[in-house]
């Protein structure tokens, strides 16, 4: 029963988000970007939403300038072919569906020319926040029935122009992060729930270098945040030989990823522009999940994870039609942080090719608006856990999973 409430580890559940992207990271934080698939988004700074991506891009936008914006995720993931293979009720089960819901991702940022050299930015984001759930009866409801996540970074930024070709920028990525899981086990569908939050904060060093007019290059690096969630455990339809054990107060350990990302921007032309991204997620910091309670001593459950590093790649264009409008496009590929051996219904992570398309409306010199739309198609992914999987619980199951997901982004851009 102790290694039930690992929920097979409890970052699992920030990985809801596994058709969008290599493990939890959501990159939906500027609607433009998305038009391309977020290819140069490192380098591209056509507005201030692009300082998620790289803070230095600040010092190409003059006065003061305001973005809001939002992603409408609309995720379709199934699981078939389940089975059962604990030694109660074996054999293959109902398909699941909707195990992913809808959910919109908000962000917003500003930014202020303090003079020729510095700028000053904010940025609101959401970089994790869905939910996934399962049927509490169905096969693999030990692994995982109910994850929910919320996050929401606060990111003061700084931008200096340091020669005419060069800007460097940092920020300060202060997140708040909650999360709730739940399985059922043994004792009933009501079984176990977990939640817990925090506030910690990280760092961000980005530069732009600009080789002419028409040709920029940017370089981003943000740091891991370790994150030390405090919360409950709760259980109540449990024995009370169980009870001091499963309500009680814990804290749980978790290393979010580096990232670092190059990207490349160019105008062939008054009308056509080309840029690439690449960008290296440190999952290999996401080794384990250490879980403290007060009850045995503290230490009440440690799970390895064994994730990898994950790479993601993108190329785009974009085409000025008019004065006003421009059009955008894009294609990428996004790698698997959890292989085969470890993934869990909670993280049915593979691989994924990402098409983008977007729209730019450019209202007059003051107010812009952007559209962008993503399919991604994620590569069938399998589970095949049994009594000697890492996930630690008592029951196995096997299931073949289906994700794809469609994405509908939408900001305003304004002037002053």
Avoid: C
Avoid at 64 to 82: L, W
Avoid at 162 to 186: E, V, W
């Amino acid at each position: 029963m102790k290694k039930l409430l690992t929920f097979t580890a409890l970052a699992s559940v920030m990985a809801i988000a596994n058709a969008n992207a290599a493990g939890f990271h959501l990159r939906e934080q500027s609607a433009a970007a998305m038009g391309n698939a977020f290819a140069g988004a490192t380098a591209g700074a056509e507005n201030n939403s692009y300082a998620y991506f790289n803070a230095a891009g600040l010092t190409r936008h003059k006065g003061k300038q305001f973005n809001i914006g939002g992603t409408y995720i609309a995720p379709e993931a199934s699981a078939h072919n389940i089975k059962n293979k604990s030694s109660v009720n074996p054999g293959e089960t109902s398909d699941v569906h909707n195990i992913v819901h809808s959910a919109i991702a908000p962000n917003m940022s500003y930014s202020q020319q303090i003079n020729d050299k510095y700028t000053f930015g904010l940025g609101i984001n959401v970089p994790f926040g869905m939910v996934t759930k399962y049927d509490a009866r169905w096969a693999g409801a030990d692994h995982g029935a109910t994850s929910k996540v919320t996050a929401v970074t606060t990111t003061p930024m700084i931008a200096y122009k340091a020669t005419d070709k060069l800007s460097l920028g940092a920020g300060l990525p202060i997140q708040y992060f909650k999360a709730r899981l739940t399985s059922t086990g043994a004792y009933g569908t009501a079984g176990v729930a977990l939640q817990g939050d925090t506030v910690d904060v990280g760092y961000q060093l980005s530069a732009l270098y600009e080789l002419s007019d028409k040709t920029r290059f940017g370089v981003n690096y943000r740091s891991e945040i370790n994150h030390k969630l405090k919360g409950e455990i709760e259980s109540p339809n449990m024995p009370s030989l169980y009870n001091p054990i499963y309500n009680q107060d814990i804290t749980a350990r978790i290393d979010t990823p580096a990232l670092f990302s190059v990207g490349a921007y160019h105008e062939i032309n008054d009308k056509w522009a080309v840029m690439a991204e690449y960008q290296r997620v440190f999952w290999n910091s996401f080794d384990s999940i250490d879980i403290y309670g007060q009850e045995r001593g503290g230490m009440f459950s440690s799970t390895p994870e064994h994730w990898e590093d994950a790479n993601f790649y993108a190329i785009g264009a974009s085409y000025q039609i008019d004065d006003q409008w421009k059009l955008r496009l894009g294609l990428a590929y996004d790698d698997a942080a959890v292989k085969m051996d470890y993934r869990t219904p909670r993280i049915p992570d593979s691989r994924r090719i990402w098409y983008s398309t977007g729209l730019e409306y450019k209202y007059n010199e003051n107010l812009t608006f952007d559209m962008g739309f993503t399919y991604i198609q994620a590569k069938e992914a399998k589970i095949d856990i049994d009594n000697g999987h890492p996930a630690p619980t008592s029951r196995g199951v096997s299931a073949e999973y289906e994700n794809s997901v469609k994405m509908w982004g939408l900001s305003l851009n304004y002037k002053f």
